[in-house]
């Protein structure tokens, strides 16, 4: 999505549109705002990747947390945010489904970790201070989950996991919602692994993050983001060896240039991803950063050679 977005290269009014056009704060590079002032971008945008071949589309709401928004002074919008995203992308998604019910196509809530950590301090003279607590990352998560369902998603995609602890917060949130009657629906998660150390920030290894939230019943684990795709195989390899649920990856379109952009092709992209295909590590393919929608295109048509990865399939609807 911030890829895409990039590609608009929005000015302040945009992100501003008539309703904050007096807020105090600066909002240029608040994607997640554009749900509310430019819809007619965040539509487009979703129905590019849906007719590259997506089954899946995620929210524009990698940042919708009361906690994050808390940096645009926008805490209080928090739901309106993910109600909004959501019900965009769901439109779009069910637009497709209908021109094509053989295809059916799904909407991913996205939930962030947060601009914070719970497990980690800011502050390198103050080891035990923390700027989040797990009962503060709760609250702004179950906000950010019940306007996600209720705007329309179909399962929860807990993503870019850096921190177990900010997950493990957004887990049980999900489970609070659910348990105080809100529709239940599955939930994805995905961490990231931040470099060749085979770590997340906060320390743990793959195999050690996959038992640190297999006490939910999840639809799928997997990697997103940090690494691009040849770089993610060994700790993917894991996953589908030590995980009894669903596997997915959603690699980076390479690693980033000097500038922070993302140099990778659909093609170079597709050659890398097919090693995975092959050695049948996945359920569930799709990309992170940089990855445009002829990038999806590729890997849509690459998965249609293959079959998924074995032994989960009772966790996959049908």
């Known amino acids: 999505?911030?890829?895409?977005?990039?590609?608009?290269?929005?000015?302040?009014?945009?992100?501003?549109?008539?309703?904050?056009?007096?807020h105090k704060s600066s909002l240029k590079g608040n994607n997640d705002l554009l749900s509310i002032t430019r819809p007619d971008i965040i539509e487009t945008i979703h129905k590019e990747y849906l007719a590259a071949g997506a089954d899946i589309l995620e929210t524009n709401t990698f940042s919708s947390t009361s906690i994050a928004q808390d940096d645009y002074n926008l805490s209080e919008i928090a739901y309106e945010l993910n109600y909004e995203s959501a019900k965009i992308a769901k439109t779009a998604a069910d637009e497709f489904t209908r021109a094509n019910p053989e295809k059916p196509?799904?909407?991913?809530?996205?939930?962030?970790?947060?601009?914070?950590?719970?497990?980690l301090s800011p502050d390198?003279?103050?080891?035990?201070?923390?700027?989040?607590?797990?009962?503060d990352l709760v609250k702004a998560y179950k906000e950010q989950i019940k306007g996600l369902v209720e705007g329309?998603?179909?399962?929860?995609?807990?993503?870019?996991?850096f921190d177990t602890l900010n997950a493990k917060a957004a887990l049980?949130?999900?489970?609070?919602?659910?348990?105080?009657?809100?529709?239940?629906?599955?939930?994805?998660?995905?961490?990231?692994?931040?470099?060749?150390?085979?770590?997340?920030?906060?320390?743990?290894?793959?195999?050690?993050?996959?038992?640190?939230?297999?006490h939910v019943d999840l639809?799928?684990?997997?990697?997103?983001?940090?690494?691009?795709?040849?770089?993610?195989?060994?700790?993917?390899?894991?996953?589908?060896?030590?995980?009894?649920?669903?596997v997915s990856a959603h690699p980076n379109a390479g690693l980033p240039n000097e500038f922070g952009a993302y140099d990778q092709t659909p093609e170079?992209?597709?050659?890398?991803?097919?090693?995975?295909?092959?050695?049948?590590?996945l359920n569930i393919l799709g990309g992170c950063c940089g990855t445009t929608p002829e990038h999806i295109k590729q890997l849509?048509?690459?998965?249609?050679?293959?079959?998924?990865?074995?032994?989960?399939?009772?966790?996959?609807?049908?």
Do not use: H
């Open 1 to 22: 999505m911030g890829t895409m977005i990039q590609r608009y290269n929005l000015d302040e009014e945009d992100f501003r549109g008539e309703r904050f056009k007096n």
């Open 152 to 161: 329309g998603s179909d399962v929860l995609l807990i993503e870019t996991v």
């Open 124 to 135: 390198v003279n103050d080891p035990g201070f923390r700027a989040v607590s797990f009962n």
């Open 219 to 246: 639809l799928s684990i997997g990697l997103n983001c940090a690494l691009g795709a040849k770089q993610l195989r060994p700790y993917l390899q894991i996953l589908a060896k030590e995980s009894t649920f669903a």
């Open 268 to 281: 170079s992209m597709k050659n890398e991803v097919e090693v995975f295909l092959k050695e049948g590590l």
């Open 172 to 214: 049980f949130a999900a489970q609070d919602y659910f348990d105080d009657g809100g529709r239940t629906v599955p939930v994805m998660v995905s961490g990231t692994i931040t470099d060749a150390s085979g770590r997340t920030l906060s320390g743990q290894t793959t195999e050690a993050f996959l038992v640190s939230v297999s």
């Open 300 to 318: 849509a048509l690459l998965a249609e050679k293959y079959q998924p990865r074995k032994g989960s399939e009772e966790k996959i609807p049908v």
């Open 105 to 119: 196509r799904w909407v991913a809530g996205s939930v962030g970790p947060t601009n914070k950590t719970a497990s």
